[in-house]
């Protein structure tokens, strides 16, 4: 069984936050009603998931799944999350949910007993707390027709609070069974952002909100996301620079400013493409004084700010023509010798 729950013996990072779409109106079951069909016609799924912190799934139907399921046509209709391992790293794993309600019941095929599964409308959730989602290579969300049997589920005596295993083998055959809509998801590499962990936060806290909501595996999820979130922090600002031509008559004003950190640079440095020579200057008033060499020059002797506006003034030979692409790289040289750059300069126009 792919692990959830348990740290594995190699873990590789994979976290995310990965949205699909599914088409609609793609229902393959006889028999139901429209509304019954709409109801368990998966239109998108949104996944966030975490090696140290579980997985987060939540599948919007076309039509009200939770006022529908357990009812009707679908009284012995199911969905489940299934978690497709990487080659070598184990079985797939997964939630099953049946039966009327904002919860209905939910059987799990997993390592974690920190699971489970809730409706809101024409939303499905279901979450997974724990380690192990490193392992895991896509995720797919399925609706069946009807998949009797689960009634054998059984509690663990360990875990009696915890959703209850699926009988034995009975996974494999549950995997079989007609699927009356599909919507696969591969899983994204990209780290989890902070306003990532924070939306998933908020959207734990509205779930635990919920007076019929499974609070305890919620709790357990809330936790392992609100430490991912305190080890959070932003990425570093780059530096960057807006800065481009202007004609002057002949001759180019380049104006513009760093971006990024509070820095204070020492010099900037301004080279030409070929053939392009500099044959008179005036450097920005923070650097006055200008060292040229054919079609480079660096203009020193002040300081400037990060984002404070500059201008540079420069004739060359030939003179240069009007262009829709970059003319020239800029770069910005700290105080402390360290050379940031080269950014592109937009060409005049």
């Excluded at 699909?20 to 009603?33: F, N």
């Excluded at 790293?89 to 059987?107: D, F, M, R």
């Excluded at 004609?247 to 513009?256: A, D, H, K, R, W």
Aim: overall charge negative; glycine content about 14%.
């Amino acid at each position: 069984m792919l692990v959830l729950g348990l740290a594995s013996s190699a873990p590789a990072r994979i976290d995310g936050d990965v949205s699909g779409k599914d088409p609609a109106g793609d229902v393959s079951a006889k028999g139901l009603t429209k509304a019954e069909a709409r109801a368990i016609d998966i239109v998108a799924v949104r996944v966030v998931g975490a090696d140290n912190l579980g997985v987060f799934v939540t599948a919007t139907f076309a039509g009200n799944f939770e006022q529908a399921m357990g009812k009707g046509h679908l009284a012995h209709a199911a969905a489940a999350l299934v978690l497709v391992p990487k080659p070598g790293k184990g079985s797939s794993a997964g939630l099953v949910t049946q039966g009327p309600g904002q919860v209905g019941k939910v059987y799990r095929e997993t390592a974690s007993t920190a699971v489970g599964s809730f409706r809101n409308g024409n939303k499905l959730t279901f979450f997974i707390s724990g380690p192990g989602f490193g392992n895991v290579q896509s995720v797919y969300v399925e609706t069946v027709a009807s998949a009797t049997g689960l009634g054998k589920a059984r509690a663990t005596s360990a875990h009696s609070d915890a959703p209850p295993e699926l009988p034995p083998g009975f996974w494999k055959i549950f995997l079989k069974l007609h699927k009356v809509d599909y919507a696969p998801l591969d899983v994204d590499t990209s780290v989890l952002s902070c306003e990532e962990l924070d939306d998933l936060l908020g959207a734990i806290n509205d779930a635990i909100s919920e007076p019929d909501s499974d609070t305890g595996g919620l709790v357990a999820l809330q936790v392992r996301a609100k430490t991912a979130r305190a080890n959070c922090s932003p990425p570093a600002p780059t530096f960057g620079a807006t800065f481009g031509w202007s004609f002057v008559g002949t001759e180019i004003l380049g104006s513009g400013q760093f971006t990024g950190p509070p820095t204070i640079f020492s010099s900037v440095r301004v080279a030409l493409p070929s053939p392009f020579v500099i044959v008179n200057d005036i450097c920005p008033g923070q650097l006055p004084g200008a060292t040229i060499v054919g079609g480079t020059i660096t203009c020193s002797g002040g300081s400037l700010s990060t984002g404070t506006p500059f201008t540079l003034q420069l004739q060359t030979s030939p003179n240069p023509t009007p262009t829709p692409t970059d003319f020239g790289q800029l770069f910005g040289i700290g105080a402390d010798g360290t050379v940031h750059g080269p950014f592109s300069i937009a060409g005049p126009h």
